[in-house]
């Protein structure tokens, strides 16, 4: 069974940088799409960034694009995001998400994927 654990969120102040992990477990060998959704209260689940396990590009939200980098260590089954120039926006709880995929279209809605972890919050104060 697949299991997904967030880790690095904190408060921190606009400007200032974040790196979020996923230690993700029961993944094995398997191709996977892969990334971090984030959802504010009351607004919806949103995707930050995701990629395939196997490669191909990254999909970013555009309102992080420049900002968040995404990557991957298979052989540590660990997914990071490092965020930077944080804005107040980016307050939400985050989440490490995965889906089996064969194909590689990792691009999509929340509703795609399958596999959650408990989120990770952050918050940046103006």
């Known amino acids: 069974q697949v299991q997904l654990v967030e880790s690095g969120g904190a408060s921190v102040q606009a400007g200032g940088s974040l790196r979020l992990s996923c230690a993700a477990s029961?993944?094995?060998?398997?191709?996977?799409?892969m990334g971090w959704f984030r959802q504010a209260p009351g607004k919806e689940r949103e995707g930050v960034a995701r990629?395939?396990?196997?490669?191909?590009?990254?999909y970013y939200a555009d309102s992080v694009k420049g900002r968040f980098t995404a990557s991957r260590d298979n052989a540590k089954n660990t997914l990071y995001l490092q965020m930077n120039s944080l804005k107040p926006e980016d307050t939400a709880m985050y989440y490490c998400?995965?889906?089996?995929?064969?194909?590689?279209?990792?691009?999509?809605?929340?509703?795609?994927?399958?596999?959650w972890g408990q989120g990770t919050q952050v918050t940046v104060s103006a």
């Open positions: 998400a995965a889906r089996n995929d064969w194909i590689g279209y990792c691009d999509g809605s929340a509703a795609d994927y399958i596999y």
């Open positions: 990629m395939h396990t196997r490669g191909g590009p990254t």
């Open positions: 029961g993944l094995g060998y398997s191709a996977y799409c």
